[in-house]
């Protein structure tokens, strides 16, 4: 029998506990031995709920039981998560956790403790939930040469924008009905500023390329200054607009960010609507492939922690964790970057679009009869730099967004 700790009984703890009661048998054939939750640390008591015998509330309870191999962070955070952990790794039981923040953060330092003490730090969960995307990087995909990562990697964005699609509605009015139904938390911001999908591409890349990518170094955007009118001209495109975090190779080198992009139908991710996730990959040799599910809540996101906990119970006193070198990857400029822009412009196309081409040379123009006083346009490509330096030449643009088709 193989005893574990679970730090944290909120959602995702609460789910842990589920997941490995009601498929125990399953769990235990897979991990080849008997997997028992002997501690769950939480400052509240549950009193009424079975797991409060296992209910303890100081962590040196945990880290002092020489018969716990394996603790399960999903407390969120790095205080005290990153002390809880770190310490765990040192006396050498592995951790499985779903955090993004302490994996982006700290994942580099846990990493290295987990191999010289030739125990695991896993976190299949930190970054797409219940969809499987750290594992098959590190063990399925190592034929190939990985050259772009491109996903929508937050739910509670993808829920908003494709609301925002369906009912012609603006940003706040959707964003008070996400909150409503429990997809935006009271404070979004790490959601719909792009922090949390910052986070989880800096992880892929650092996986995908062997190197530490830090999360600061990725130029991110959120969806806050998407309006109605954007989902509109969009829609005369044949397309849709989504927040992706994308980590892709170029001949200069490797480039992250996060914004809202334009794609249209021959996009793998265009057709990925509400709370759904996805992450395409594309390999050198392999091609593309797409990793699509639930990539938030309780039980999907428990799943991959305890089949984190699977992995590591098999692998009691060995390694299976390559995971990044120390060695930071330094990616490019964002100004280096190439896109092609949609612009919006106030004016008529008409009385406009002379000047705009002037600027930026041969445009797609549309103006909607539904949108007043404006028209939009889709410039040839160009790198962040030269649209930015085209742009100032121009007083009367209202917004812009990155175009992938």
Known sequence: ??????????????????????????????????????????????????????????????????????????????????????????????????????????????????????????????????????????????????????????????????????????????????????????????????????????????????????????YTEGITEITAADIKYAKAWGASIKLLATSRKTAEGICAMVSPVMIDRNHPLYSVNDVFNAIFVHGNVLGNAMFYGSGAGKLPTASAVVSDVVDAVKHIDTNVMPGWSSEKLDLIPVGDVESRFFVRMKGSCQEKLTKAEEVFGTVDARELAEVDGEFGFITEKMTEAEYQEKAEKLDDILGMIRVRF
């Open 1 to 218: 029998m193989v005893q574990i700790a679970v730090l944290g009984y909120g959602t995702v703890g609460s789910g842990v506990v589920e997941v490995i009661n009601t498929n125990q048998e399953i769990v235990n054939k897979n991990a080849g031995d008997e997997i028992n939750i002997k501690y769950v640390l939480d400052l509240r008591d549950f009193p009424g709920d079975p797991v409060q015998e296992k209910i303890v509330h100081d962590y040196e309870v945990i880290i002092n039981d020489p018969e716990i191999k394996v603790v399960v962070e999903v407390m969120g955070g790095t205080n005290p998560a990153y002390t809880f952990v770190k310490r765990a790794l040192e006396s050498g039981k592995s951790v499985c956790t779903s955090n993004k923040e302490l994996v982006a953060k700290h994942g580099t330092e846990l990493l290295e403790i987990a191999r010289e003490k030739n125990i695991n730090f896993l976190f299949e969960a930190s970054c797409g939930g219940g969809i499987p995307i750290i594992r098959p990087l590190n063990t399925s995909l190592t034929a190939d040469d990985i050259d772009e990562i491109s996903g929508i990697l937050n739910g509670t964005t993808n829920y908003i924008l494709s609301k925002m699609a369906d009912d012609g509605a603006d940003f706040d009015v959707v964003l008070k009905d996400a909150q409503e139904k429990g997809y935006a938390e009271r404070n979004p911001a790490a959601d719909i500023e792009g922090w949390d999908a910052c986070r989880k591409i800096a992880i892929l890349s650092s996986v995908a390329t062997g190197k530490y990518v830090d999360f600061q170094d990725v």
